[in-house]
C-alpha cells in the first residue's frame, strides 16, 4: 500500500528504517549485522581528513559552500527571455532545507542586469506630496529606529510557464522565483512620517537607481502597513543581486514591487501606470481585458523531497517534505495527496510560523513502489486554499504569465523517478 | 542630558532627524532646503550604474557580497593561540543585523584544523551500550524525519581574554565568538531510539573526524531533550568551517560540544573524561580545584551599537542596538543604562523571540556630546540575570577562561569615540 503513515508511527518502523540503511548504502557499509568489535571504535575505513590537520582559521576570511556542494547554484532558462540582463535565475530549492534561502542562492531578476551601487554615492529621495522633501545616505538611514523581519520574495512569474502545459520537470524552474531571508531596514512608514505626507497623498512612486530605472506605484495604505525599506539581508548587506545597498520590502506581493537599488520615493494622487504595471505585470484574462495591479501573491505550496531532480531510491519509508507560504499571512494548514488529490492528509507545520514567511511542512509516506501523484494544498489564516490548475485555467484562461499558485503534482514512476505533470 | 527617551518619541522628533541627516550627509549630499525643483526627478548626481546595463542573472552562480563590503569578515587574534590551526576566529558582529549569522562568516574554531571531508565517504557510527549497533550514510540520515531550529553556537572562551582586565577594544574581538543560524537534521533522540538504548546507558559520547577527534561527553538526558545531528545550516548544506557534511547541535552549551564532522555516538554509563573535558573546558576556582562539566552558556548580552567598530558620530539621536541570549531557554527582558549601571531603562525586543536564539534589542538615546557608559544586561525565562565581571570574580576568581557571561560596559568619549571598559 502507496500512502502516508501516521505521525509518530516512524519511531515504531525500526525494521523499516533498517532496511531505509541496507538499501540506501553502498556495498562498502556495514550493514547493522556488522560484528560489534569491527565498530569498537571507528566507523569503516580511516580517511584523510582524520589523519592530516587541515587548514586553519580564516584561512577564508568570508567563507564558501564545501567543494561537494558546486552543483548546488542558481541556473537560468535560457529560451525564457532574449538577454540574461533582462532576466531571471531561480533558486535550487530541490538542495535547500529550513526556510532561510542563503544569500548566495537568493533567486534573481533583473530589468536592466544588476547595478553595483558604490554606497557612499548612494542617496535615496522622497519627495512629491510631501511637507519636506528629503535626501539621505546610506548613514542616515541606518540611524532610523530598525527593524527585522523573516519574509518570502516571489516573482509573480514563478510558475509562469507552466500556465499552458506542464513542460519543466523541474523544481528548481517550476518554483525557483522564490527565496526567503530575514530583512533588516527601516519601516517606510517612518521615513514617510519624517517627510510629512500631504492630505491629498494615495500613491507612492518607487524607483530603482538601474539602468531600467525600475519604478512600480503602490497605494500608501500597503505603504503605511509593513513596507520597509532594507539594507540587511540574512545579517550582513544586501547582495548586489538584490538592490545593495538598499531596496524596498514589500511583503507577500509579487517580488517586482519590492524595487531593488532603491534611490527614489514619490508621494502621489494617483497611480503613474509606469511601463512595468502596462506593458508587464497584467493579465491577459479570457474576455480580452487584462488585470492590472495583482500584487498579493496567493497562498500556494509545493513538495521539494521528492521532486524531478530528488528521486526516490526504493520502496520504503520517507518523509515528504516541503514549502508554503501566503502573501495575506501566516500559513493556517498544509494537506498532502498521495493519489493526485483523491485523499489529503494533513502536513505537520515546523514552526515558527511567520507572517509572509516560507514555512515548512514535512509528513511521513511509506511508498510501495507503485505509480503515485503527490500533490500539496495550503489553507491560509483568512481560509484562502490553493486552487488547481484547473481552476486558475476556469476564470483566467491560458494567457497569463503571472500569479500560477495551482497545486503542483509529482508523478512518482515505479523507477522512482519523479515527472512534472498536470492533472484533467 | 544624555539618556534615552522615551519609546515611540522618535517620530515627534522630527528636527532631530534632520539634524542627522545635516550632521552625517557630506557638502555633496543636497540637505532638505534644497529646492524641490531640483529634486524633481532624481537624487543629485547621475551615477554609472543608472546609465549602462548590469551584468545578467547567473553571473555568479552562487552569489557573493558587495566590494564595498570586503571589511565584513572573520578575523582572529594571533597571539590568542600557538597555530591557526588550533584557533578560533571571530564575527564581525559590529557589522551584522538581526539575528541569522550569514554562513560566510560564522565563527570558526579548530582543535586540528578544518576537515574537508567527502560527503560520500562519511559515515555516522552509532555504538556502545545500545540493541544494534549502526552505520549510517549520510544519505541515511537524510532520510530521517528532519527539523529545523533557529539557535546560537557561542564559544565558552568567548569574553576569556578579559576574565582578568579589558584589553581587545573591539566588538568583534570581546565577543564574536558567537553566531546563530537556522539548523536542519534529525533529532538525535530519533537516532538513538533507533539503535535502541540500553537500560544502563546514562552518558552519550561523542567525537569528529577532525586529525583531532574532538571528543566530548554527555550526559543522555540533554541528548534525549533538544540535541539535533545536523546537515543543514541556513538552508544550504553545512560549511567546512562548521562541520560538513553532519555537525552535533547541543541548543544553549558551550560550542565546543556541539561536535563537528561527527562520526561516532557511543552510548555508555560514565562520562569519558576525555582531553577536552579534563585539560581543557575546566575552570581553576580560588580554592585551587576545578569546575568541569560546566555545559551551559548562562544568559548574557551586548550592545553592538555603537562599540568600539561603530563609534558615534556626533551629538544626536540614535538607536542602540544589541544582542541578548540564553542557554537556559528564551530571553525575557533587556535593561539598557547609559550611566554605568546606575539606572537601567527597558529595551524594547525583536520578534521572534527564539529559545536558546539570539535575540535583538534596540532602545532610543539621545547623546548630548558627554561621556558616557552604555551597559546592557538580560533577563531570561529562568529569571536569572546577567551578572557584572565584579560579581563573577568574587565568586570564580580570574583564572578562569571560560563562561564570561558579564555586562560588557562601552564608554563613550566627548569625541564619540567608544572604549571597552571594566567598571569597579
Given amino acids: 500500500m502507496s500512502g502516508p503513515i501516521r505521525q509518530g508511527h516512524w519511531h515504531k518502523s525500526r525494521r523499516s528504517i533498517l532496511r531505509i540503511g541496507a538499501a540506501m548504502a553502498g556495498g562498502a557499509v556495514l550493514g547493522p549485522a556488522a560484528g560489534a568489535a569491527e565498530m569498537e571504535n571507528s566507523p569503516p575505513g580511516e580517511p584523510?581528513?582524520?589523519?592530516?590537520?587541515?587548514?586553519?582559521?580564516?584561512?577564508?576570511?568570508?567563507?564558501?559552500?564545501?567543494?561537494?556542494?558546486?552543483?548546488?547554484?542558481?541556473?537560468?532558462?535560457?529560451?525564457?527571455?532574449?538577454?540574461?540582463?533582462?532576466?531571471?535565475?531561480?533558486?535550487?530549492?530541490?538542495?535547500?532545507?529550513?526556510?532561510?534561502?542563503?544569500?548566495?542562492?537568493?533567486?534573481?531578476?533583473?530589468?536592466?542586469?544588476?547595478?553595483?551601487?558604490?554606497?557612499?554615492?548612494?542617496?535615496?529621495?522622497?519627495?512629491?506630496?510631501?511637507e519636506r522633501p528629503l535626501v539621505l545616505t546610506m548613514d542616515d538611514i541606518m540611524r532610523f529606529p530598525s527593524v527585522s523581519r523573516i519574509h518570502f520574495i516571489e516573482c509573480p512569474a514563478n510558475g509562469g510557464m507552466e500556465w499552458r502545459e506542464a513542460q519543466l520537470n523541474s523544481l528548481q524552474f517550476t518554483h525557483g522565483m522564490?527565496?526567503?531571508?530575514?530583512?533588516?531596514?527601516?519601516?517606510?512608514?517612518?521615513?514617510?512620517?519624517?517627510?510629512?505626507?500631504?492630505?491629498?497623498?494615495?500613491?507612492v512612486m518607487v524607483e530603482g537607481a538601474d539602468a531600467a530605472r525600475?519604478?512600480?506605484?503602490?497605494?500608501?495604505?500597503?505603504?503605511?502597513?509593513?513596507?520597509?525599506?532594507?539594507?540587511?539581508?540574512?545579517?550582513?548587506?544586501?547582495?548586489?543581486?538584490?538592490?545593495?545597498?538598499?531596496?524596498?520590502?514589500?511583503?507577500g506581493w509579487e517580488g517586482n514591487v519590492s524595487v531593488k537599488w532603491l534611490r527614489r520615493i514619490k508621494i502621489g494622487d494617483e497611480p503613474w501606470f509606469?511601463?512595468?504595471?502596462?506593458?508587464?505585470?497584467?493579465?491577459?484574462?479570457?474576455?480580452?481585458?487584462?488585470?492590472?495591479?495583482?500584487?498579493?501573491?496567493?497562498?500556494?505550496?509545493?513538495?521539494?523531497?521528492?521532486?524531478?531532480?530528488?528521486?526516490?531510491?526504493?520502496?520504503?519509508?520517507?518523509?515528504?517534505?516541503?514549502?508554503?507560504?501566503?502573501?495575506?499571512?501566516?500559513?493556517?494548514?498544509?494537506?498532502?495527496?498521495?493519489?493526485?488529490?483523491?485523499?489529503?492528509?494533513?502536513?505537520?507545520?515546523?514552526?515558527?510560523?511567520?507572517?509572509?514567511?516560507?514555512?515548512?511542512?514535512?509528513?511521513?509516506?511509506?511508498?510501495?513502489?507503485?505509480?503515485?501523484?503527490?500533490?500539496?494544498r495550503v489553507v491560509d489564516e483568512t481560509g484562502y486554499v490553493q486552487p488547481t490548475i484547473a481552476e486558475l485555467r476556469k476564470v483566467r484562461g491560458k494567457n497569463p504569465i503571472y500569479h500560477n499558485n495551482s497545486i503542483q503534482t509529482w508523478q512518482i514512476k515505479p523507477d522512482g523517478k519523479v515527472f512534472d505533470v498536470q492533472l484533467g
Same sequence: chains 1, 2.
Fill in 178 to 203: 522564490l527565496s526567503c531571508a530575514e530583512w533588516t531596514g527601516v519601516k517606510l512608514s517612518t521615513l514617510l512620517d519624517e517627510v510629512g505626507l500631504k492630505k491629498e497623498a494615495k500613491w
Fill in 48 to 130: 584523510d581528513w582524520t589523519k592530516a590537520i587541515g587548514a586553519g582559521v580564516v584561512d577564508r576570511p568570508y567563507g564558501r559552500p564545501a567543494e561537494f556542494e558546486k552543483d548546488v547554484i542558481r541556473r537560468n532558462v535560457p529560451w525564457l527571455t532574449a538577454t540574461p540582463e533582462s532576466s531571471v535565475s531561480f533558486t535550487p530549492l530541490q538542495s535547500l532545507d529550513g526556510i532561510i534561502t542563503p544569500n548566495g542562492l537568493f533567486f534573481e531578476r533583473y530589468h536592466a542586469g544588476r547595478a553595483d551601487v558604490d554606497p557612499h554615492q548612494h542617496r535615496l529621495l522622497i519627495h512629491g506630496l510631501v
Fill in 214 to 251: 525600475m519604478n512600480r506605484s503602490l497605494p500608501l495604505e500597503k505603504c503605511l502597513d509593513d513596507c520597509l525599506v532594507v539594507y540587511g539581508q540574512n545579517g550582513e548587506a544586501l547582495r548586489p543581486e538584490q538592490g545593495y545597498p538598499l531596496r524596498l520590502l514589500v511583503p
Fill in 274 to 376: 509606469s511601463r512595468e504595471e502596462t506593458s508587464k505585470y497584467t493579465e491577459l484574462m479570457p474576455d480580452g481585458k487584462a488585470r492590472g495591479f495583482t500584487w498579493v501573491n496567493e497562498a500556494k505550496s509545493v513538495i521539494t523531497s521528492p521532486c524531478p531532480e530528488k528521486p526516490v531510491a526504493a520502496p520504503g519509508l520517507y518523509e515528504v517534505r516541503g514549502l508554503a507560504w501566503s502573501g495575506h499571512g501566516k500559513v493556517k494548514a498544509v494537506d498532502v495527496s498521495f493519489d493526485g488529490g483523491v485523499n489529503w492528509h494533513s502536513a505537520q507545520l515546523q514552526e515558527p510560523i511567520l507572517s509572509k514567511a516560507l514555512t515548512r511542512f514535512t509528513i511521513p509516506w511509506r511508498w510501495d513502489g507503485q505509480p503515485a501523484l503527490l500533490e500539496s
